[in-house]
């Protein structure tokens, strides 16, 4: 790669110097690895807020048997959450969001909200962090992602084998596939339902349109007869059936996909998982019982395992969290390293 002019004087930028300028890694002996690293500093991001040096922290990591527990994820202070969720353009939700995808100066991982933590603090455990950055007055949180919603699961060829092979019948399978099929064949019918696969799809999105879809059904207006409305819907819908032809995109109706964190205050017991999340109308949501959890991608029996979902006290900080899943920090082994890859329940 040739050198990079950055002034009219004819200083040059390298790429050895450019690498240099986004943290040391010296410390990584694998290609591929390094690659990964440097790639993190160039992740796709919605926004960022500034963190002065004095309000960072660092947490040991939670670790037993040479597992750490606490992998990837830490706490925030709930005013530093607030001031995430503005950035986003699309925040309306009624609760703020309190569970975050970050990158932070070579470190990345999730943050949840605590409580008791001093207002303006940001917590950072050594597992989150990959490379050293160079020091500075005030840095930048970075986010990657928020859960601020909902998301639905899907099941994937891979995740569809594994649970043939934990002798899963086929015949659910199919039901589940029958039931896509007929809620594809009514989007057409409602424009409720367009707007919500357009969402799904990310069609249009950018631009609006399934908002437009919402604000037009309220006012009455039908666009079945529009060449153009149609052809967008039908598109996205033609666009989901080729999924689920190829790819084996089937929708899981008691299924959802949550991000992952754990227990930060040792309640739950080994084997249970609290998860709490925001329905449609605004409603909190928790699902208690037996439920299975896997993460994508999925390439071994073992990547789907089965954990008891509870509740937990109402004076419990957990009661304040939500779209998400929250595993015990108890226990031989922590139930994410066990399974795969993502987050999925």
């Known amino acids: 790669m040739s050198p990079f002019p950055i002034s009219k004087k004819g200083d040059f930028l390298t790429p050895v110097q450019a690498i240099e300028d986004l943290g040391d890694f010296s410390h990584l002996r694998s290609p591929a690895k390094c690659a990964a ?186 666009t079945r007869t529009d060449r153009i409305l149609c052809a967008v819907v039908e598109m996205a819908a033609f666009c989901r059936l080729r999924a689920m032809k190829y790819k084996g995109r089937i929708f899981v109706k008691q299924g959802v996909k949550l991000m992952g964190i754990m227990d930060e205050t040792r309640v739950l017991e080994e084997g249970q998982i609290h998860v709490a999340w925001i329905d449609e109308r605004g409603r909190r949501v928790i699902h208690t019982g037996k439920v299975a959890v896997t993460r994508s991608p999925t390439n071994h029996p073992g990547d789907v395992q089965l954990a008891m979902a509870v509740d937990v006290s109402a004076k419990s900080p957990l009661r304040n969290l939500y779209n998400c899943v929250i595993f015990s920090q108890h226990g031989n082994r922590d139930l994410p390293s066990q399974l795969g890859g993502g987050g999925k329940l």
């Open 37 to 222: 690293r440097i790639g993190q500093a160039f992740t796709d991001t919605n926004g960022f807020v500034t963190i002065k040096a004095e309000s960072e922290y660092v947490l040991d990591d939670v670790e037993r048997n040479g597992r750490v527990f606490s992998d990837g994820c830490c706490i925030i202070s709930a005013d530093l959450a607030f001031k995430i969720a503005t950035k986003y353009e699309r925040f309306s939700m009624k609760e703020k969001p309190n569970v975050f995808q970050v990158r932070f100066r070579g470190a990345k991982g999730v943050l949840s909200v605590h409580p008791a933590l001093k207002p303006g603090t940001l917590c950072i455990r050594p597992s989150m962090r990959k490379f050293e950055t160079a020091d500075t007055d005030t840095h930048n949180l970075e986010i990657c992602g928020m859960a601020d919603k909902l998301r639905p699961m899907y099941l994937n060829r891979g995740l569809i084998k594994v649970l043939e092979d934990l002798g899963v019948q086929h015949t659910g399978l199919l039901e589940l596939a029958d039931e896509t099929f007929e809620r594809l064949r009514g989007v057409t019918n409602s424009l409720f339902r367009a707007a919500k696969l357009l969402d799904d799809e990310r069609v249009g999105t950018a631009a609006g349109f399934p908002g437009l879809l919402r604000r037009m059904s309220q006012l009455g207006v039908d």
